[in-house]
Structures are given as C-alpha cells and as structure tokens.
C-alpha cells in the first residue's frame, strides 16, 4: 500500500492534543530496530526495513519511495507479521532485494498516543533513536489517511499546527538512526524537504539553510525563518 502521511516536528514540552483531538484512543509502547546491509544498499534504493514489537505482536515492515504529494515525502509500505524477532527476506519484493548479509543498523524506543478520527490516524511518538552512544530525539505527530483523502490529511494538520508550535518533518526514524551511524542524508529536493531537514536538531539548526528553502515556500515563512522562529508548521501548510 502506499502511506499518504505528514510528519510535524514539535517544538518545545511534549503538547496536550486532547484538546484539539478529543480523548486518546490508546497508548503503546513500541521498539522498533532497523536493518541494511554494511554498505548500505537499502538506503542506496531510498528503502528502509524494520521489526517493531508491541506487546506480544511483532511486524517486519518495508517502506520504499513513492511519488511526493505537494512536495512531502510519501511512502510505499509492506507489512508481514512475524513468529520471531528477525527478518524474513523471502517476503521482500525485487526493489529490496539485495546482495549481503542484513544487519542491525539503529534502534529506537517510542512511546506512541493515537488518536483515530473518522478516515485519519494521528499518532504522536516520543523517545529517542539510539546508535551506540549517539542519541537523537523523536518528537513528532504523524497525520495518516485512512480513507478520508490527502486533503483530510492536510486539514487536520493545519488544526494541530495552529495549535502546536512546530515544523513539517522531513528526515524518517530510520534516516536518523542511519545518520547517527555516520550515513549521509537523504533528500528529495523540494523546499519543504530541505526546510524541514535545515530546522531539524539532528542537523542544525541551519538558519541560512532553512532560509533558503522558506523563501521557496512563501514570503511569511521565511520572514520567520529570518527571526530564527523554527515555528514554520502552519505557514508552511497555508502555503499549500
């Protein structure tokens, strides 16, 4: 399937949605590890494999390159349940299949509150990804289609947006884990991308950069930008 999805960065103390969302639907607590080859070859492919256990389930999941809607990243995903926690790569479609052993490459712990609305999911998660010693936050609400359609997706993130101070996100658990461990960035090339990645801890954050990019999007974003307010969610999602 493909996953129409938009990732916002929050900025500041972990927000209370319940107010803009209504009651919680649940609370989980997962771990997710993710594996590619020494050299890299699934990242190489823009694809990222990863096990999640929740509880007692546990999942193998592919996420591959898909055609960007208004320049965020979109994903094609595939899904298997597991018996164990290891890899089954008979499963892996051509565009993952690739030479050399697969290992782990970074792990994460998230603490994940869901919220599911008629057609949409909102999740936020929380914690860290973790490479040895090097430690990069995750703190970021995902607003997914589940039926009611990107333009559903991109209303409820300008709810949440006017509500929360934050950005449009743009780098992936698994790039942040692959970074950590001395990878390159990725990047798509739009400017919601490269504004997204300038504000981002992991990489900055690179005023000039992030300049660059919001005087792309619109001239109110980057005068926030000029002010160094990495505040750019609601601006950016007006602009759409």
């Known amino acids: 399937m493909t996953e129409l999805e938009l990732k916002l960065v929050w900025l500041g103390d972990a927000p209370d949605l319940t107010g803009v969302l209504g009651p919680l639907s649940r609370t989980l607590q997962l771990h997710n590890q993710y594996f590619d080859t020494v050299d890299g070859a699934l990242a190489a492919r823009l694809c990222g494999l990863r096990l999640r256990r929740c509880g007692d389930d546990i999942e193998q999941t592919l996420k591959g390159p898909a055609p960007d809607r208004d320049g965020v990243r979109v994903r094609r995903e595939w899904n298997w349940p597991r018996d164990a926690f290891s890899i089954d790569r008979a499963v892996l479609p051509v565009q993952a299949q690739v030479e050399g052993a697969l290992i782990a490459t970074s ?31 995750i703190a970021e609400i995902e607003i997914e289609d589940k039926g009611a359609g990107w333009p559903a997706v991109l209303e409820q993130a300008r709810r949440i947006a006017s509500a929360v101070p934050c950005f449009i996100g743009a780098i992936s658990k698994a790039e942040r884990g692959r970074v950590l461990a001395g990878g390159d960035f990725a990047s798509n090339g739009a400017a919601l991308d490269a504004l997204g990645r300038a504000l ?12 660059l990019a919001a005087e792309m999007i619109s001239p109110d974003v980057a005068a926030k930008v000029r002010r160094q307010d990495a505040d750019t969610g609601w601006l950016c999602l007006a602009a759409l």
Do not use: C, F, K, Y
């Open 107 to 137: 792990s994460n712990r998230v603490v994940r509150r869901v919220w599911d609305l008629p057609g949409i999911e909102v999740v936020m998660d929380q914690g860290e990804v973790r490479v040895g010693e090097r430690v990069s936050p």
């Open 200 to 211: 981002d801890p992991l990489s900055g954050p690179d005023w000039s950069g992030a300049l």
